[in-house]
């Protein structure tokens, strides 16, 4: 023992007479001891504990505090800024996990806790877990959303592929795109798809699309793999880049099983990449087919239209108005001579009247004329003044026109009776 | 060559959506005579732009790459597999 421990019993030996034998330690001392010991135990220098997680706490230091847990027992641990950098998943209280570590004394407060340097979930892999926390938050933040989903263009004329240049997936998709619609064409934007740059150049790619309009359509996906390998289709500034991507944008990434987060972002999930691109475009077969289909079909519509056209021709030609042009002349014509015939049947008939009248009339007004009236042997007398109807009309001396029935005479007044 | 000149400067989708229109509006049988003879014309002539654009399409691919001033400059790329025969 050092000297320090010698000191210290000589003077608790006269202080407290029921501990003379026994040696006594500083609290720093007793932790120490402890400490050197379990430093000392290999076992525990790298040792894996399973538990659950409790009590999870995130420090602003970035050091992440929790405790382990069973039925039974609970171990303190830290793990510090740096490893907790490295998880792949968010650890949540509750979950079961296995921590990787070494078990020591944490001086200050005496404590001994797991120092760990590694945590995992335990029974699924830590990636699986990452996969449903970020599929749960994106979904939570409506990334998922249907309503939010472009449609393709039917025919698109210029396709942006993110993927690797030199993977089978480019390869395969431009063999498909090529048998099945070769007049689109095609823009790769050549990124890493697997690796911790892989995220970055995939999601720049895909914004650096959407900034120069590349295309009118995105494809981004890679060949198959581990999940390792495809993991960077699970990464959260991969899937905001097809979110907010403006051109539409497949995601095809691994086989049929696989799924991704850029999947569930994406506007239409492919399950492979020569599957994106029977997705992308039409087939130039189908579509030639088509446009002879229309060609005949137009036929038809015009022949039928020509058909019916001709029918209704032939019924009015049926009409005698059209078999005989001079017919409708020849109706106008009788037409008119029957107008002509009465309306001189009618003014005939009534001249005729007029006529009859007139006479009549011209017989009263005989009967009525003074030369009539004159010719019986009557005289009318007429000064300037007019017809004289008496006496006063005509002084003595006056001169008077007398008119008889044949011839008149111009009179002197003599004289005037009353 | 004005008809000509309009379907080269529509998309190969408009014409297709047009031929569409044509063909659905001559099988409704309502257009009259003359103007039905025009749309007949006009889908002959979209039908043939189309089917020629089709057979004569070949696939053009580019490799885009960041240009000095951020803009995409095109080069070409190898579109034949290698080692697959």
Not at chain 1, 41 to 46: N, S
Not at chain 1, 135 to 147: C, Q
Not at chain 1, 323 to 329: E, I, S
Request: some cysteine; proline content about 4%.
């Amino acid at each position: 023992m050092p000297a320090l421990f010698f000191v210290q019993i000589q003077k608790n030996r006269k202080e407290e007479g029921a501990f003379v034998d026994q040696p006594v330690y500083q609290v720093s001392q007793v932790n120490e001891y402890v400490k050197a010991l379990l430093d000392g135990e290999p076992i525990l220098q790298d040792i894996l504990v399973r538990g659950e997680l409790s009590n999870y706490k995130v420090y602003p230091s970035g050091h992440h505090y929790f405790t382990l847990k069973d039925k039974d027992s609970a171990l303190r641990c830290v793990m510090f800024r740096s490893q907790a950098q490295r998880l792949r998943f968010r650890p949540e209280n509750g979950m079961k996990a296995i921590a990787q570590g070494r078990i020591s004394v944490f001086s200050r407060d005496g404590a001994y806790q797991l120092y760990c340097g590694g945590l995992s979930p335990d029974g699924v892999g830590d990636l699986a877990v990452a996969f449903e926390q970020l599929k749960a938050k994106l979904l939570e933040e409506r990334l998922f959303d249907e309503a939010h989903k472009k449609p393709l263009p039917r025919y698109p004329r210029r396709i942006a592929i993110v993927t690797s240049s030199a993977g089978a997936a480019i390869h395969d998709m431009l063999r498909i795109l090529r048998r099945r619609f070769p007049a689109a064409e095609v823009a790769l934007l050549p990124v890493r798809v697997q690796g911790v740059e892989a995220p970055a150049e995939i999601a720049g790619a895909i914004r650096y699309a959407n900034r120069w309009k590349v295309g009118d359509l995105i494809i981004t996906g890679r060949g198959g793999g581990s999940m390792e390998d495809l993991w960077a289709f699970n990464d959260e500034r991969v899937a905001r880049a097809i979110y907010e991507s403006e051109l539409p944008v497949i995601s095809a990434v691994g086989h049929e099983p696989d799924v991704t987060i850029s999947d569930f972002v994406a506007d239409v999930r492919a399950s492979t990449p020569s599957n994106a691109a029977e997705i992308a475009v039409p087939d130039q077969m189908e579509l030639l087919r088509w446009l002879r289909g229309a060609g005949e079909r137009m036929a038809q519509a015009e022949e039928m239209k020509l058909e019916l056209c001709r029918r209704r021709l032939q019924t009015l030609a049926e009409k005698r108005v059209m078999k005989d042009q001079l017919a409708f002349v020849q109706d106008r014509r009788m037409l008119l001579t029957h107008l002509q015939q009465r309306l001189g049947d009618l003014s005939e008939k009534s001249v005729g009247a007029k006529r009859q009248k007139f006479s009549s009339l011209a017989a009263s007004l005989d009967a009525m004329s003074p030369l009539k009236v004159l010719g019986r042997g009557y005289a009318v007398a007429r000064n300037e003044q007019g017809i004289l109807k008496s006496y006063r009309d005509a002084p003595p001396g006056s001169r008077i026109e007398v008119a008889l029935g044949e011839g008149s005479l111009e009179c002197t007044v003599e004289k005037g009776r009353p | 060559m004005a008809g000509k000149k309009k379907e080269d400067s529509q998309t190969f989708e408009q014409q297709i959506a047009r031929l569409e229109e044509i063909v659905a509006r001559m099988e409704k049988g309502d257009a009259e005579l003359a103007d039905s003879l025009a749309l007949f014309d006009e889908g002959t002539g979209l039908i043939h732009s189309c089917g020629k654009l089709l057979d004569e399409a070949e696939q053009k691919v580019v490799r885009l790459m960041k240009g000095a001033d951020g803009a995409p400059v095109e080069l070409p790329f190898d579109t034949e597999e290698e080692a697959d025969g």
